[in-house]
């Protein structure tokens, strides 16, 4: 790079971070962005970028550019951290752990990263290396305010033991703080007037009408549960499905944000979102909903989904990658037919095409269709074994 190339990259990294500091993000990413064209290599511009986009909100792209910083410098801890935060806030905690543990073997005095790594632990339901990580971190004066905001969220969530786990440790680090100790005792004994309590009478009511297929009085009596306790995550995503069999989509997909935005892991959640985003025939929300769940666990109706998506878009290898990923499902079947109509089509493919017939029968053993296109070509129905195999 020439000396007046990295002297333009520094002056719009530099009028980047005045922007930012007038709290000007727009402008501010906008030169971060002239910073790495013209310097791919700026690790300080792709950082700023990160956490611009992070805190607009927009995961994918913060995701990227922590990890070019991080591919500038391995060993940031920083980055580590931010890129592990993210992660966590986009739902994917296996990856937030991995990238925490490396901010803390880089750093082993970071708070921060000892804190969103606890918390990440904490949604995996691993008590023991939450508490081990939570023990071992340096301490704060704010530990007791931290840890109780952290029990809220988990109690948001509906995750009791998780918010137990975080208000008793609250106690313990300030024994006064009263909001702790009221959250425990909310906890470990109902009260039948509160107003959670009250909201929940409401929830099975709703549910009661529902199954009674009375849907307008299902959804009023959700409503009043939520106006009781904005956190319901059970009557948030009722309604969401209600709202989405009425074919009013926008507020469905508010709903199962909420539901999302509360339990990140509710896997239920998302590929309900996923379905609603297809079939308000928005594909890119569906497929980006469907690749958050595929990451989180394997799931055979998310991966049929995106392999549709992949195929009306016709983007047929990676149908055919979703596919594998979701397993060999019945519903499969015909798909797999329409992959390999689709390989034998085209020049070159017919591997793919006899692979894809026969993938369609594993799935379906009487999908008449892959039979008949294998018969045609005259190949064996089942792959033949490797020689290799065979061979001692």
Not at 65 to 81: G, I, K, N, Q, Y
Not at 161 to 176: G, I, K, M, N, V
Not at 271 to 280: G, N
Not at 322 to 329: K, R, T, V
């Amino acid at each position: 790079m020439s000396t007046a190339t990295h002297r333009a990259a520094e002056e719009h990294f530099r009028r980047g971070n005045q922007y930012d500091e007038n709290d000007q993000s727009d402008r501010a990413i906008r030169e971060w962005q002239r910073a790495v064209r013209l310097d791919p290599d700026h690790a300080e511009a792709h950082f700023n970028l990160g956490l611009a986009y992070a805190d607009a909100g927009d995961h994918s792209l913060a995701i990227e550019e922590l990890s070019e910083t991080l591919r500038v410098r391995p060993s940031d801890p920083d980055a580590l951290r931010e890129l592990g935060g993210i992660f966590l806030e986009a739902g994917y905690a296996a990856d937030a752990i991995a990238q925490l543990r490396l901010a803390l073997e880089r750093a082993p005095r970071d708070g921060q990263a000892a804190r969103l790594l606890t918390e990440a632990y904490l949604t995996q339901g691993n008590w023991a290396d939450a508490t081990r990580t939570f023990d071992a971190a340096p301490k704060s004066a704010d530990d007791a305010e931290w840890l109780f905001d952290l029990g809220k969220y988990f109690e948001r969530a509906q995750r009791r033991e998780q918010a137990l786990w975080a208000y008793e440790r609250a106690t313990t680090a300030d024994p006064r703080h009263r909001d702790a100790i009221l959250g425990i005792e909310r906890l470990t004994r109902a009260d039948p007037g509160s107003a959670s309590a009250l909201a929940a009478t409401h929830l099975q009511r709703g549910n009661q009408f529902d199954a009674n297929g009375d849907s307008q009085r299902a959804i009023a009596e959700w409503q009043e549960a939520l106006a009781l306790d904005p956190d319901c995550v059970e009557a948030h995503y009722n309604l969401g499905i209600a709202y989405a069999d009425e074919g009013n989509f926008d507020p469905a997909i508010i709903e199962l944000r909420e539901v999302i935005r509360l339990a990140p892991l509710d896997l239920d959640a998302r590929r309900e979102l996923a379905q609603i985003y297809w079939d308000a025939e928005r594909p890119d929300d569906a497929m980006d909903e469907l690749r958050q769940l595929l990451n989180l666990a394997p799931d055979a109706r998310a991966a049929h989904l995106l392999a549709q998506t992949y195929f009306d878009l016709e983007r047929w290898d990676e149908a055919a990658g979703a596919l594998e990923a979701g397993g060999m499902s019945e519903a499969d079947a015909d798909l797999w037919f329409e992959l390999g109509k689709v390989y034998e089509s085209q020049p070159h493919r017919l591997d793919d095409a006899i692979l894809a017939y026969r993938r369609a029968l594993i799935a379906n053993p009487d999908q008449r269709d892959a039979r008949a296109a294998l018969q045609r070509l005259r190949v064996p129905i089942e792959e033949p074994p490797d020689p290799a195999e065979g061979e001692e």
